[in-house]
């Protein structure tokens, strides 16, 4: 019977594999992921300041001095945009304060679209500019890649699966082991890689689970994967519950085609009006009596109308408020006036009321200021701990080589941290393929310096 002393050296031997291993995957996540992970961070702390942002960069177009007086009718403030503009008004924005113009968008007859602003007061025109030109809108599409199109942004499926290996890989990393030094504090100085290194770990362990969280939380903007997730939310009635939707004939016409929407309710389709009542044919009940609905129905401030597309098209009033219990969508019948749809939050099944807690959350709406500096606190954070990560690999790579982490002495040890990865994989297929073309680079490495340390021999 062997002594259990004897077996030590072999424990430790495996300890100190299976750290390599984990450690040479957390490499290769960072790799991967540290400069998008850069622009994401600072992109996003941009974008949860984005309506504060965008009313003071286009103040001239937003902004308007509030009066007393009554403002005047949404057809009216309509009108005066399609005067300045050539085309058909598609959506319109009611002011939601008395110091905003209100948005009037118009889809010119090349096809292009332009939003038009119009001061309710006065009925003038303020100023115009490309639909969803504002400079927010330019950094929420830089933040998700769609800026380079629909292929580019793939990568952010990408991105965020590596980041949840990261952050799982770094807590292994992190663990203390009996050691006191760089767990909670930072030694030595600047100039010192340990000072590095204590710094990675330690911002990672304040910043690792809000990183953990904004990762998942926006895998349902996804391509691959939050398309998938969103066919099960909606796959029954597009997830509304039984009873929710009245029994009305539906268009073939998508939410998501006609307004941004909440993410669950992007596969939705619009119901038709129906022209003929039983008196005869019906005329429409024109954007100032919709307008009045919407308003006697509570929608929040700040909600949008979009117009009917056509003889058998809806009114549709949407409001998505930083309080989730307040987010609404109502379609009404615009010869009727009668509400086809009226949806809110707690209408949502449990699944779409988590996803789309999540989401209002991951964009600092939910909780007020609050939210977002917490959330811009964290995103500075990631930024220290790509920028930390990058010195101490600078500071600890081989002149003129890669400083890829030592492979384990037992490559059994990568075939299990392997096996894991295998199931995120499978959960996030991006992520997987990705993975599997790291795996054969890794072995390829693996083998060139088996290959040198054989010759040297």
Request: hydrophobic share 45%; charged share 20%.
């Amino acid at each position: 019977m062997s002594h259990p002393s004897a077996s030590r050296p072999a424990m430790r031997q495996r300890a100190q594999d299976l750290y390599r291993a984990v450690w040479r995957w957390h490499f290769y996540a960072g790799l991967i992921v540290l400069p998008f992970l850069i622009s994401l961070a600072i992109t996003g702390a941009l974008y949860l300041f984005h309506d504060d942002i965008d009313r003071w960069w286009h103040a001239d177009l937003m902004t308007v001095e509030a009066r007393q007086t009554a403002t005047v009718a949404p057809s009216a403030q309509r009108d005066a945009a399609l005067a300045a503009v050539d085309g058909e008004a598609f959506r319109y924005v009611p002011p939601a304060d008395a110091t905003r113009a209100a948005e009037v968008d118009v889809t010119r007859p090349d096809g292009s679209r332009v939003a038009v602003f119009v001061d309710p007061f006065e009925g003038e025109v303020t100023g115009q500019m490309p639909y969803r030109g504002t400079v927010m809108w330019w950094v929420r599409q830089l933040h998700s890649l769609s800026l380079f199109g629909n292929e580019a942004s793939m990568l952010i499926e990408i991105v965020g699966g590596w980041t949840i290996l990261l952050v799982l890989t770094g807590i292994y990393l992190w663990w203390p082991r009996g050691r006191r030094g760089g767990v909670v504090s930072v030694r030595a100085r600047p100039g010192k890689r340990v000072f590095w290194r204590d710094l990675h770990a330690v911002t990672g362990l304040f910043v690792g689970g809000f990183l953990l969280f904004l990762a998942v939380t926006g895998m349902p903007w996804s391509t691959v994967w939050g398309s998938k997730v969103n066919e099960l939310a909606n796959g029954h009635n597009f997830g509304y519950p039984d009873g929710v939707r009245v029994n009305v004939p539906m268009s073939e016409e998508r939410l998501a085609e006609r307004e941004t929407t909440t993410w669950s309710l992007e596969q939705a389709q619009l119901p038709t009006s129906e022209a003929m009542t039983d008196a005869g044919a019906a005329a429409p009940i024109g954007l100032d009596r919709a307008v009045a609905i919407f308003e006697a129905k509570g929608l929040a401030p700040g909600y949008a109308v979009n117009l009917p597309s056509g003889p058998a098209g809806v009114y549709t009033g949407s409001a998505y408020p930083d309080d989730l219990s307040r987010q609404r969508v109502v379609h009404l019948d615009q010869y009727r006036g009668e509400a086809l749809l009226d949806m809110g939050y707690a209408d949502y099944g449990p699944l779409g009321r988590g996803l789309e807690w999540g989401v209002n959350v991951h964009m600092g709406q939910q909780y007020g200021v609050a939210n977002k500096l917490i959330l811009a606190l964290a995103c500075a954070g990631i930024v220290l701990l790509c920028v930390s990560a990058a010195a101490m690999w600078w500071k600890r790579r081989p002149a003129g080589k890669l400083g890829v982490p030592p492979a384990p002495a037992d490559p059994r040890r990568l075939r299990g941290v392997l096996a894991l990865l295998a199931i995120g994989g499978a959960i996030f297929p991006l992520v997987g393929a990705s993975m599997i073309v790291m795996a054969v680079v890794d072995a390829l490495v693996r083998r060139r310096g088996a290959a040198r340390r054989a010759v040297s021999v």
